[in-house]
């Protein structure tokens, strides 16, 4: 283990809970200030990438793909929003969970039906195709811009959600909707645009996402279950929470990955080493989630006490 | 072509949903364009194909190999996907006697101790791809391997396939996690290891991930990537140059050179718009099969050891897209294994084939399987 | 409601004589396939009925009971690996296995509460998943097929037909169970923790006991059905553990009827018979599908048992 492995496994975490926390940010917001379960979160990601491959192929500019994810993204949420999550906010969770689920099936049929089941393709743009200094090590400049991007969705959020009057409109309504309601304010037209606010988000991810994995259908199932570790590790309805969050599983999981089979190697012998350290790795994530919940049941940084 | 006796019916098992779908989709293309070429019959007799989603879920696997074998009553079955839907399904097939044509997974299992004499697989054995590779690698000299494939049974068999043909110790063979999306650690590691070749066995999704990621650190071009099931027609198109320079060790390409394949190719492009991938070719090669088989087999096709026996000669005599076939004792394929080298993803014969690795190669299990 | 109008009495006896001359009819005709089916679905109706318990009855989320599943499917695979395929043996392995798990997992699930009891639960599912995936000598991924399916002296649970009547025999016992549980003591602790643990515990009721108990016996339960399971299968794999089959037993439960005795397994019934009727008319069964569930959760909102029970409740008219 030397400076040379750990310090880019570290920007590597550090990238992949970026990621992680794209897709938590707009989760949490909706899960903490809604109460609504989105399972579909997952496949607005989808959704998201699927459309930044489309609009690239037309446009080959990452931007506009980027873009495209967004809108996209917002657009499904939107419309998701509108005609079913609208509907059971005063319900219990499990049903969340339920029309969730539905959602799942159903977007992941029509992403078969309109685009088929061929993977589709889209790469980095060239202006970040290179690799950058740090440290005097070489590390992948698009995957450097993830972490500024993910710090920038922080710093911006914390100010939208904690400088500005829709922030603050958005908070009162998560303690007291009725008095909300009573001063004046469409508790429904707020709900509905920080759904599609989460949405985007969620989209976010799936176009900046989308040039270094496959973009297919399905892609925003196996994430989904990390990005829900990431909320509950956080706490609930706090983007902070989140961010911590993600990191925190974003380094663990990728330095256990690179580390524990090493590490194993030491104590006993390369054949159970190869055997052991993989389903230690890929276990090491929710066996930290679950301590941290055993000493801190509602995630490190709760938003409400 | 003599009085049609019968109508045989064959039931086609693959993922046609979710993220395998697409493996699934070039299976029954392939197969599709070969019966529309025998114009809808097998043997000259009227077939009927029933197509059937497994999802890649082995228990509904299980459920839809007893439902085509109880109630639809098919002649034969074709497709059998994945390794471990595979898997689920082979007690109803052992049990039930009723040929079954894999024309993707066959595991050390069903190669080995658990062969039958009525399953067969038209494919290949899954370890064959990446012994040729290993073959390759080791004449070429190649010193310092890095191995990476998915933590679970066919990673594992991929390395153990190597490493028979791979005779230097490698470097380090790292187990990722099943339907882990980001790779970079590992490559990471893998450039600490200053390696002069890399083996990965990606199938799918992950395959595109982990090139796309490889070439984007910048190791496309200065570190050898060899493959077995990573790289191939299904995931080209979403690779492009990210793949180019790959070598993959397979048993078939769209550019190999002979008559059947070259015609094979043209009509799949003409008909799907798009180029066909070995799961294509195995398909294609299945339906071929069939209706050698069940032309051999006459009125007698219908009987279940009969048809299984016909199958087994017919490996012989039908010509598959990939030149030389014929099945061995464990009803695996005994046929060449070459490699294969993505010269430029993006032209319209983007693979070149680069050598001949393994020669009408058997694979390692056949010895365990008591059939003659 | 403790006592059944006369119209929901006709339709329980009704379903029961179907249940049980099922195998009979399809013999008869023929049809032997159907069998299989109804038995995978009524084995996801048992271990539906299992989770039921700590989420209908209980309160308590677990979107990892399809650990359970697996455990359960892998005490028949892994003796048989062996060569043993005594069934005594495997519901013995089942037993210990799924209480012992269930036990230790509950005892930490518990600390916690609301969505962190869900991904609780979830985690500790995939941790088995990966566990069992990577053991190799057990297939890991591939799976591993049973040759040795569980016998209990003349009952061997490789004969379909066999199976079937055990998996009804299970099913009743679990209904009858849970219907008993639902109105003892035990059961009124548990469903009044649901509403208000508080105020349970106020009254002197030891509440983490009652739930600790409830999970173990819910993970035995479903433990069973995944025994059963590996028989129809005559396979185990990993898969059966995976969040997404967790997922569809809730989906089961709340189709159903949420803390209703008959709602997991009319969940279970309806769902996969469902899925079954798609598949036959269209390729994209999955989007009707996905639309049915959303339109059930949004509109139906006492799931099928509630539909039904105010069906069953409008009076029988008689001709004076």
């Not at chain 1, 889209?122 to 811009?145: C, E, H, M, N």
């Not at chain 2, 769209?254 to 043209?266: E, G, I, L, R, T």
């Amino acid at each position: 283990m030397t400076a040379i492995t750990l310090i880019p496994q570290l920007l590597n975490g550090l990238q992949y809970g970026m990621l992680l926390f794209l897709l938590a940010a707009g989760l949490t917001l909706v899960l903490g200030i809604m109460s609504y379960v989105n399972l579909a979160h997952g496949s607005l990601y989808m959704v998201g990438a699927y459309c930044a491959a489309v609009v690239f192929d037309h446009t080959g500019s990452f931007l506009l793909a980027v873009a495209g994810a967004v809108a996209g993204a917002a657009m499904a949420g939107a419309l998701i929003e509108q005609l079913i999550a609208s509907r059971l906010y005063q319900r219990d969770h499990v049903e969340h969970v339920l029309a969730s689920f539905g959602m799942v099936l159903l977007l992941n049929e029509l992403a078969r039906t309109v685009w088929g089941p061929q993977p589709l393709f889209l790469t980095v743009p060239k202006a970040l195709g290179g690799t950058i200094d740090i440290f005097g090590i070489q590390y992948s400049a698009y995957r450097f811009a993830i972490v500024v991007l993910g710090l920038a969705v922080l710093v911006g959020s914390h100010y939208l959600i904690h400088g500005t009057r829709a922030g603050m409109l958005v908070r009162a309504g998560a303690s007291n909707p009725r008095m909300v309601g009573a001063l004046g304010i469409n508790i429904k037209v707020l709900n509905g645009a920080l759904f599609t606010f989460g949405a985007a988000l969620a989209g976010l991810a799936g176009g900046i996402a989308a040039p270094i994995v496959s973009v297919q259908l399905g892609m925003g199932e196996n994430i989904l279950i990390l990005t829900l570790v990431v909320i509950v590790v956080g706490g609930i309805g706090s983007i902070k929470g989140s961010f911590y969050g993600a990191l925190i599983v974003g380094l663990i999981d990728t330095l256990g990955r690179s580390f524990l089979p090493l590490i194993l190697r030491e104590t006993m012998n390369r054949e159970l080493a190869n055997a052991a350290g993989p389903a230690l790795a890929s276990m090491l994530v929710y066996v930290v989630m679950a301590v941290i919940l055993a000493f801190r049941p509602k995630g490190l940084f709760p938003a409400r006490g | 072509m003599g009085a049609a006796y019968g109508q045989v019916k064959v039931g086609f098992i693959t993922p046609q949903s979710g993220p395998a779908a697409v493996v699934g989709q070039d299976q029954l293309d392939g197969f599709n364009l070969a019966m529309e070429q025998l114009k809808g019959r097998l043997g000259g007799q009227p077939a009927t194909v029933i197509a059937e989603d497994d999802q890649a879920k082995p228990d509904l696997g299980n459920q839809i190999i007893k439902k085509l074998i109880e109630r639809e009553k098919v002649d034969a079955v074709v497709g059998l996907s994945f390794s471990n839907v595979m898997m689920a399904m082979l007690k109803p097939i052992v049990d039930s006697g009723i040929p079954a044509i894999s024309t993707n997974a066959a595991t050390s299992v069903v190669a080995g101790p658990g062969c039958a004499a009525n399953f067969f697989s038209v494919a290949w054995q899954n370890d064959g791809p990446a012994e040729a590779a290993g073959k390759y690698v080791n004449d070429g000299g190649y010193k310092r391997v890095f191995m990476l494939a998915p933590n679970y049974q066919a990673g594992k068999d991929m390395f153990a396939g190597f490493k028979r043909y791979y005779k230097t110790a490698v470097l380090d063979e790292v187990y990722t996690q099943v339907g882990q999306t980001d790779y970079s650690a590992e490559i990471a590691q893998l450039q600490a290891a200053k390696p002069d070749a890399v083996f990965v066995f990606y199938p799918g999704a992950a395959g595109i991930n982990f090139v796309k990621q490889f070439s984007q650190a910048g190791l496309n071009g200065k570190i050898p990537m060899f493959s077995a099931f990573t790289i191939d027609g299904t995931s080209l198109p979403s690779l492009r140059d990210a793949a180019n320079g790959a070598i993959t060790g397979a048993s078939w390409d769209a550019s190999m050179d002979n008559p059947q394949n070259k015609k094979f190719v043209a009509d799949f492009k003409a008909k799907y718009k798009r180029i066909p991938s070995q799961f294509a070719a195995a398909g294609f090669d299945a339906a071929m099969l069939l209706d050698a088989a069940v032309k051999k087999a006459g009125p007698d096709y219908a009987d279940k050891k009969k048809l299984a026996a016909a199958i087994k000669s017919a490996g012989s005599e039908f010509k598959s897209v990939r030149g030389a076939f014929r099945f061995n004792n464990n009803n695996m394929p005994i046929h060449n294994y070459y490699v294969f080298k993505v010269e430029n993803a993006t032209a319209a014969n983007p693979v070149q084939t680069v050598g001949l690795a393994l020669e009408n190669h058997s694979d390692a299990y056949a010895r365990q399987c008591p059939l003659k | 409601m403790t006592s059944l109008s006369l119209k929901a009495r006709a339709a329980c006896l009704l379903g029961l004589v179907a249940l049980l001359a099922l195998p009979v009819l399809a013999s008869l005709t023929g049809e032997t396939f159907y069998i299989s089916m109804a038995s995978r679905i009524l084995i996801f109706g048992i271990a539906a009925s299992a989770l039921n318990l700590v989420f209908g009855y209980g309160g308590l989320v677990s979107l990892g009971h399809a650990l359970f599943l697996g455990i359960g499917a892998y005490s028949v695979a892994i003796p048989s690996f062996y060569g043993i395929g005594n069934g005594f043996v495997h519901l013995g392995i089942c037993l210990v296995a799924c209480a012992a798990v269930g036990a230790m997992t509950a005892a930490i699930s518990l600390r916690t509460s609301g969505i962190g009891f869900i991904m609780i639960t979830l985690a500790f599912a995939q941790m088995g998943y990966f566990a069992f995936m990577s053991l190799k000598q057990y297939g890991g991924d591939d799976g591993t097929p049973i040759s040795a399916t569980s016998r209990f002296g003349a009952l061997d649970l490789g004969s379909s037909i066999h199976l079937y009547y055990a998996i009804v025999t299970v099913l009743l016992a679990t209904i009858v169970g849970m219907y008993w549980l639902r109105r003892s003591s035990f059961g009124m602790v548990l469903r009044g923790a649901r509403q208000n643990a508080r105020r349970a515990s106020a009254l002197g009721f030891d509440v983490k006991r009652t739930q600790w108990l409830a999970y173990i016996l819910s993970a035995t339960t479903c433990g069973i059905a995944g025994m059963l399971f590996a028989n129809l299968n005559a396979f185990a794999s990993p898969s059966l553990m995976s969040w997404f089959i967790s997922s569809e037993l809730i989906v089961m439960v709340v189709l159903g009827g949420v803390g209703t005795v008959l709602g997991p397994v009319l969940g279970a019934i309806a769902f996969i018979g469902a899925e079954e009727l798609a598949k036959a008319v269209t390729l994209h069964w999955a989007a009707y599908i996905g639309l049915a569930v959303i339109v059930v959760a949004v509109w139906a909102r006492n799931g099928l048992v509630g539909s039904m029970a105010s069906w069953a409740s409008k009076p029988v008219k008689v001709q004076a």
